[in-house]
């Protein structure tokens, strides 16, 4: 089951808003970890070493990645290449069946002892294989309908006044704003 009601506005978008309920908002309470990328693990399958490669620039580009993820990525990449040896099991077995001029369809299908057809083990492997991944891509955002859940670990801003000129650095307390004027 998934979670119930609205996503819960980050306290950095309701600075941003105005924070028009007026209570103060603690932006020290989120646990954001430092981003960075965890090191490839040794004992990751080629197509998972392929999809490691693939998917930790772009997570480190949007800040979505950090070494405590190490694991979740580990397990996202392994599924991904899972799936990619599945398909090309099912798409050899179709090939093969057209070059013998067959349905190619009999590649998702088996018989029982008694004649009945069901879906292939392979298939049916793909299909639970591809829910696992629907979920993990949720879990670091990738679907477009988890972006609008997603929040990233904050950049270091910038100070607005460069202190080596003679100006002096701004130094906002962000554990007591109460809205984006106060910083």
């Given amino acids: 089951m998934g979670a119930r009601g609205p996503a819960a506005k980050p306290p950095e978008l309701k600075?941003?808003?105005?924070?028009?309920?007026?209570?103060?908002?603690?932006?020290?309470?989120?646990?954001?970890?430092?981003v960075g990328a965890p090191p490839m693990p040794r004992d990751l399958s080629r197509e998972g070493k392929k999809a490691w490669?693939?998917?930790?620039?772009?997570l480190l580009h949007y800040n979505l990645l950090s070494k405590v993820d190490a694991d979740a990525l580990e397990t996202l990449c392994e599924?991904?290449?899972?799936?990619?040896?599945?398909?090309?099991s099912i798409n050899a077995k179709?090939?093969?069946?057209?070059?013998?001029?067959?349905?190619?369809?009999?590649?998702i299908e088996v018989s029982?002892?008694?004649?009945?057809?069901?879906?292939?083990?392979?298939?049916q492997a793909l299909n639970r294989e591809t829910e696992k991944l629907r979920s993990w891509l949720a879990e670091f955002g990738l679907t477009?309908?988890?972006?609008?859940?997603?929040?990233?670990?904050?950049?270091s801003q910038l100070p607005l006044f460069?202190?080596?000129k003679g100006g002096e650095a701004a130094k906002p307390d962000p554990a007591g704003a109460r809205s984006f004027a106060d910083f």
């Fill in 15 to 34: 600075l941003l808003e105005g924070n028009r309920g007026g209570r103060a908002i603690d932006l020290t309470s989120m646990f954001r970890p430092e």
């Fill in 53 to 58: 490669k693939r998917l930790v620039p772009e």
């Fill in 79 to 88: 599924i991904i290449g899972l799936l990619k040896v599945l398909r090309r």
């Fill in 94 to 107: 179709q090939e093969l069946l057209l070059s013998e001029n067959k349905d190619p369809a009999a590649a």
């Fill in 112 to 123: 029982t002892p008694n004649g009945m057809r069901i879906q292939s083990p392979t298939y």
């Fill in 144 to 155: 477009p309908a988890q972006r609008a859940r997603v929040s990233t670990a904050i950049r």
């Fill in 162 to 164: 460069d202190v080596n």
